[in-house]
């Protein structure tokens, strides 16, 4: 069983429409203690880093969700879930996220168009479980204003360009992140999403 975190500022239906097509069980966890009943979490994400990670805080998500990951388990951040995998995230001030990886959530440079949206190439740095079978340079669909700046090089496993390079898709042990929303990629994202459900499923 897989769990889609409700906290009020994810795409949830998407990715629970995506991951039944796969053949994955699904279960919308709106409170932190359903987290026992499954195997592997997804953490989707839609709007400001601060105030999903207020959300999260007030609905006592963080302590939660911390030891969650520190037990060993699988942990998918999709996009703004992503994001609030780092430590520091940077829009409308300094805010703390949840610390699974170091690092800091930055915006765009001055000068480029945001939110950056649309089909964008990925470029695989290393081979890694979530992109298995998926072709180097192949297109997924992204949508945000900020970039993650990971202090560790070596967690970053995948990149996309616009104006510079910034992750696509990092992943350190039990912690996996996209910036680009694998719930809408076709047929690509479907295969990145398989590859979480059958690594949760092998644990």
Not at 96 to 105: A, D, I, M, P, S
Not at 107 to 121: C, D, Q, S, T
Not at 164 to 172: K, N, R, S
């Amino acid at each position: 069983m897989i769990g889609l975190v409700d906290y009020g500022c994810g795409n949830l239906r998407s990715v629970e429409n995506a991951l039944l097509k796969l053949g994955y069980p699904v279960l919308i966890l709106d409170k932190p203690e359903m987290l026992e009943q499954v195997k592997g979490v997804v953490l989707p994400g839609v709007g400001a880093f601060a105030d999903a990670m207020s959300t999260l805080t007030k609905a006592g998500w963080v302590y939660h969700l911390q030891k969650y990951v520190w037990e060993g388990n699988p942990f998918l951040g999709i996009c703004l879930g992503m994001q609030l995998m780092f430590e520091i995230g940077e829009e409308h001030g300094p805010h703390k996220g949840l610390g699974f990886l170091q690092g800091r959530v930055v915006k765009f440079p001055a000068g480029l168009k945001i939110p950056h949206m649309g089909w964008n190439r990925v470029n695989i740095l290393k081979p890694n479980s979530l992109c298995t079978e998926v072709p180097n340079g192949s297109y997924f669909y992204f949508v945000h204003s900020y970039y993650a700046e990971p202090d560790d090089p070596a967690c970053v496993l995948a990149t996309s360009t616009y104006g510079l390079e910034f992750p696509a898709l990092v992943g350190q042990g039990n912690v996996w992140g996209t910036q680009f929303h694998p719930e809408k990629s076709s047929r690509w994202g479907l295969v990145v999403l398989d590859n979480f459900g059958k690594w949760v499923n092998s644990r």
